[in-house]
């Protein structure tokens, strides 16, 4: 009988181990697939301001146009100025100069605020550019050690259970099973010890009789509130 405490004390340490690495089997892909979202959304972000920029110079690039265009009927009006004749075609070609002078100014002022997104546009790119570069020296340094450790871990759990396995050939059936579903069921602890008179599974009070049992170890004794089997130490 103590030989199959001793057995199952053994289980039971392979077994936190392996949820430890199990956790690991969760937490190291989450790594992993953090760094990946980080560049993805750099790439994107970058993206997104690079397209603003283009879109800003092609409105300057439009703006500059219909300067250009007034420009060239303000010239072609002026010239007509010269050779008109009544007082009223006078005015009103006059008025039609006046208004695309306007315009022009109007023009200017909107192409001056374009200018002045553009260099903010240029300094927001050069900031995400160099987040991107960040990300993406992140993910190159760590994605082959992460996708390493991950192999690894599942390699040791697979070398641990096999371990395990082998203990509990010498163990019975019943046995077995009890652990197995304690293992599955309490948290990954089957085996918990006697601390001061209670369950270190539970907290459960251990009745005085129950202490000397443990203590005995002459047979295997299950906690009396959550069924964990209780040895006097791990
Ligand atoms: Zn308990």
Avoid: W
Avoid at 207 to 231: A, F, H, M, T, W
């Amino acid at each position: 009988m103590k030989k199959q405490l001793e057995i199952l004390i053994q289980m039971q340490k392979l077994d936190t181990i392996i949820g430890e690495k199990n956790i690991l089997t969760k937490k190291l892909p989450q790594q992993l697939n953090s760094l990946k979202q980080s560049l993805k959304d750099a790439d994107e972000t970058v993206a997104a301001t690079k397209s603003d920029f283009d879109e800003n110079l092609k409105d300057q690039k439009l703006k500059e146009l219909d300067i250009a265009d007034n420009n060239t009927k303000i010239a072609k009006y002026k010239n007509q100025l010269l050779t008109i004749e009544t007082n009223k075609e006078y005015k009103a070609l006059n008025s039609e100069i006046n208004h695309l002078e306007k315009n022009n100014s109007e023009i200017d002022d909107e192409l001056i605020r374009l200018m002045e997104a553009e260099a903010e546009l240029k300094e927001r790119l050069k900031e995400e550019k160099k987040a991107q570069l960040k990300a993406s020296e992140d993910l190159k340094a760590n994605e082959e050690k992460l996708e390493k450790e991950i192999q690894e871990v599942q390699k040791d759990i697979k070398d641990l259970k096999s371990k395990r396995n082998v203990l509990a050939k010498d163990l019975p059936r019943e046995l077995i099973r009890r652990y197995a579903t304690l293992i599955k069921n309490k948290n990954r602890k089957a085996v918990v010890f006697n601390d001061n008179n209670a369950c270190s599974g539970c907290g459960y009070s251990i009745r005085p009789q129950v202490v000397i049992d443990i203590k005995e170890g002459n047979s295997v004794i299950y906690c009396e509130s959550c069924g964990r089997i209780l040895v006097i130490q791990l």
